[in-house]
């Protein structure tokens, strides 16, 4: 199948990382992992066409990425997504070479790690890039000051450097007073913050999550949420975080790819995924989410009518329409929308009530969801 990939300068909720011009912080090329002998005889032939199952049927080869290509703009969260055997764990274990690729490169701040020797791989993992693990692969011996600095020591850094530089990371996770505990002194969602913290410690360019929370109760990942998002606030790092679950993909995301049977099935902001799915499969995922809290202003503004005032409050298009949905209702005249300084059109109360009600169903009479107006 081939994949829906929509532009990486789209508007979205962070729109400044999607919109940046510098080189990419990351960039993956036609990136494959085929799993079993002469695994590296089937790309380039009619085989390599085939599904998952026909393939290992055939050649007892099991392709895990299949021809995967994205780029990450620096400062961007980009979240890969899907179920279980959809390839996202082993995608992110080849973004940073703990699995060796079958074929495809991956760039990293200009330099591409599949060529990387050992010297220099480790070298880019001490220095250039982190990792965050469902697991929290904590030091059980050591104290969570010692934990966050690990990195650090490895690298060479003197002791009161790195303790320095660990007690920073510490006081930003919210960890402060904690610095003399030991992991099992600790809660889940406090063991993952000290794995957050020894991860921002080495400063890296890029930071890897794979499936961080999913052992957390659903208070505390929510909580981890919600820090992730102010921690990125706060640091700015790139960040490429993998998941199954698709609020946590949305809440977290600039861009999401979602992944199926090890292939790229769609890229978008998650506006774009919300309402313009690339299939049923896609479209299946997204059918319990509620619209007003994703779609942005961009997809329910419209012309303005023939005689409407245009003297209506400003608000831009990147706005969600739950959070807009106040100051629309609340004005008596539409509201204009722009994107910058450029007129997209109009807003009011029956554009916003029709996402919201189609959130709904049984307000319709059990009609189904509306689609909300507008173009994207």
């Known amino acids: ?59 007892g080869c099991l392709a895990a990425v299949k021809d995967v290509s994205f780029e990450v703009a620096p400062g961007e969260v980009f979240v890969v997504m899907g179920l279980s055997g959809s390839g996202k764990s082993t995608l992110v274990r080849l973004l940073t070479r703990l699995i060796e690729p079958t074929a495809g490169t991956v760039t990293i701040d200009g330099e591409d790690v599949t060529r990387a020797g050992r010297a220099r791989l480790r070298q880019m993992r001490r220095n250039h890039m982190a990792m965050v693990f469902q697991q929290f692969g904590l030091l059980p011996h050591r104290k969570v000051i010692d934990n966050v600095a690990y990195g650090l020591e490895v690298r060479g850094e003197s002791k009161p450097k790195r303790l320095a530089r660990a007690q920073e990371m510490v006081d930003l996770v919210g960890l402060s007073g904690y610095e003399g505990s030991f992991p099992d002194q600790l809660s889940g969602g406090m063991q993952q913050r000290v794995g957050l913290a020894r991860a921002l410690a080495v400063d890296p360019q890029v930071l890897f999550f794979d499936e961080p929370f999913s052992a957390l109760d659903p208070l505390i990942r929510r909580d981890m949420q919600n820090e992730v998002c102010r921690l990125h606030e706060e640091v700015g790092k790139t960040m490429v975080f993998i998941t199954h679950d698709l609020q946590e993909a949305l809440k977290l995301g600039d861009r999401i790819l979602i992944m199926r049977d090890g292939e790229v099935v769609q890229i978008g902001t998650p506006a774009e995924v919300v309402a313009n799915p690339a299939d049923d499969y896609v479209r299946d995922f997204v059918s319990d989410v509620p619209r007003s809290h994703v779609l942005t202003l961009r997809y329910v503004v419209r012309p303005p009518r023939a005689g409407e005032s245009l003297e209506g409050p400003v608000m831009q298009a990147d706005c969600v329409v739950r959070d807009a949905a106040r100051q629309v209702l609340a004005s008596a ?19 916003v009530l029709r996402v919201v009600v189609a959130e709904e169903p049984a307000a319709l009479g059990g009609a189904g969801a509306a689609s909300p107006g507008g173009a994207a």
Request: hydrophobic share 40%; no cysteine; charged share 35%.
């Open 333 to 351: 005249l539409p509201v204009r929308v722009f994107e910058g300084e450029r007129f997209l059109g109009v807003v009011d109360d029956e554009d």
């Open 1 to 59: 199948m081939s994949a829906t990939v929509l532009d990486p300068t789209a508007t979205g909720r962070h729109a400044a990382a999607g919109r940046d011009s510098r080189e990419p912080a990351l960039k993956v090329e036609g990136l494959w992992k085929i799993f079993g002998a002469k695994a590296d005889r089937i790309i380039g032939t009619p085989d390599e066409h085939l599904g998952r199952k026909e393939l290992q049927a055939k050649t």
